[in-house]
């Protein structure tokens, strides 16, 4: 993270500096987080032996993206409820509905990976806000130094080659919450190329985290992903060199083309060189203790899914209630809880962006009241909801009691279909609506 006093002016020199310094402290870690995520994991790719005839099978395991495909579908498998009292704010949340939950979910699958996610919030060619997923090791947001840390500035780069040159020329965004302005770096410097004003007010890109520490859900068990990818991949090269055992002729004066004669008719035919001197043939193996083996991947395997939280989700069970399902999932809903925290920030500033705008053309909407609601993806007894929903209704308000059932995404929708349905059975003949 970057922090500049709110005084300063973000000069094209400290751009370039701030793209440099974020190249070499940040963006080696992201980029390693996603090499691990491809199942491309740096110890076991990377080791090479003196002996060059030696085995060298490198196995990387998908444990990374095992991880993070686990808890992302835990956490955001199941679409982002919003609840408010504004009529014009609800009309625009369902407009971008559909598009939300495909959104959402790849932004949580690039926290998940990196620890930090991005999204870009514009206005389309219909006037119409719109937003897009960045990609983070592109992003560089800068904050203020006060107590607020309040988004300052935002830079966005990516570099392209061109293929007859072969130069390389880098594109820079830089977003305020003034202007956007747009530069290109080539050989022979940088320019500005153009400048656009922002109708939000606000910086327009959206920052994500995973959490406080801005680490992925794999990262704390890299180091132990690398100790199984090397206990595999030493296995199978003791395998191949078993596979490989030398054969032992004792006693026995054989030249290379009795040999390979004997290899191909896979015939072993020997004498006695000697008198007295009795002649055999054995292979030279090498002894294995396979159980200590396996016993040491094992606990590895173990390590893993215990230090990232995810044995939680592979040994859930059926429970009789919600909260005995949130106690056995207690390790995996404490990493959630903490998602929950900034993934909420952020989709709030979106929705605050998106106020703005559309106040600028006449209308008067706001955040207050909106209330954003996580599902958990996980089986749920619905016998038991309704039952907790039967016994709840003399006390709680329907809109309450609709927010606990995890098919109904649209609580008004479903408030105004009950509100008809009543209306139609208050008119119907006596006796008629009970036959319904």
């Not at 740096?42 to 444990?63: C, E, G, L, V, Y």
């Not at 055999?280 to 939280?309: G, H, P, Q």
């Not at 955040?367 to 309704?386: A, C, E, H, M, W």
Request: proline share 3%; net charge negative.
């Amino acid at each position: 993270m970057y922090y500049i006093d709110k005084t300063e002016n973000l000069t094209l020199e400290k751009v370039e500096k701030y793209i440099e310094d974020y190249k070499y402290r940040y963006l080696p870690r992201l980029l390693k987080n996603k090499r691990y995520y491809d199942c491309k994991n740096d110890a076991i790719m990377n080791r090479t032996f003196t002996d060059i005839t030696k085995p060298n099978n490198q196995i990387a395991t998908p444990w990374a993206k095992y991880i993070s495909t686990l808890i992302s579908g835990y956490f955001m498998g199941k679409p982002i409820t919003y609840d408010t009292q504004q009529e014009e704010l609800k009309n625009i949340i369902a407009g971008f509905a559909v598009k939300e939950i495909a959104h959402n979910q790849s932004i949580e699958r690039d926290v998940s990976i990196f620890g930090i996610g991005a999204e870009l919030v514009f206005v389309n060619e219909n006037k119409e806000v719109q937003f897009e997923k960045l990609e983070p090791t592109t992003v560089i947001p800068i904050y203020s130094t006060d107590i607020t840390k309040e988004l300052l500035y935002c830079i966005r780069f990516w570099d392209t080659k061109d293929i007859l040159s072969n130069e390389t020329t880098t594109f820079i965004e830089v977003y305020s919450a003034d202007d956007i302005k747009y530069y290109k770096k080539s050989v022979n410097g940088t320019v500005l190329t153009g400048t656009e004003d922002n109708y939000f007010k606000q910086v327009p890109i959206n920052i994500f985290y995973n959490n406080e520490d801005i680490t992925g859900d794999a990262e704390p068990v890299l180091k132990l992903i690398d100790g199984y990818d090397l206990a595999l991949s030493d296995t199978a090269n003791f395998r191949e060199e078993l596979n490989d055992s030398y054969l032992c002729f004792r006693n026995a004066n054989l030249d290379t083309e009795d040999i390979i004669t004997m290899k191909q008719n896979r015939i072993i035919s020997i004498e006695d060189s000697q008198e007295g001197m009795q002649s055999s043939v054995s292979w030279l193996n090498k002894d294995s203790n396979d159980v200590e083996n396996e016993n040491y991947k094992n606990r590895l395997a173990d390590d893993i899914k215990r230090f990232s939280f995810v044995a939680d989700i592979e040994t859930a069970k059926s429970h009789t209630t919600a909260t005995s399902a949130k106690i056995g999932l207690m390790g995996i809903e404490q990493i959630c809880a903490g998602k929950e925290v900034y993934f909420r920030q952020a989709l709030l500033r979106r929705l605050n962006l998106i106020c703005r705008y559309y106040n600028l053309l006449g209308s008067n909407i706001n955040t207050n009241d909106v209330k954003i609601s996580f599902v958990r993806n996980i089986p749920v007894d619905l016998s038991v909801i309704g039952d907790t929903v039967a016994k709840l209704a003399p006390f709680v308000s329907k809109r309450t009691l609709l927010a606990q059932i995890p098919f109904i995404n649209n609580i008004d929708g479903e408030l105004k279909q009950i509100k008809e349905e009543n209306n139609l059975d208050a008119y119907a003949p006596e006796g008629e609506a009970d036959d319904e």
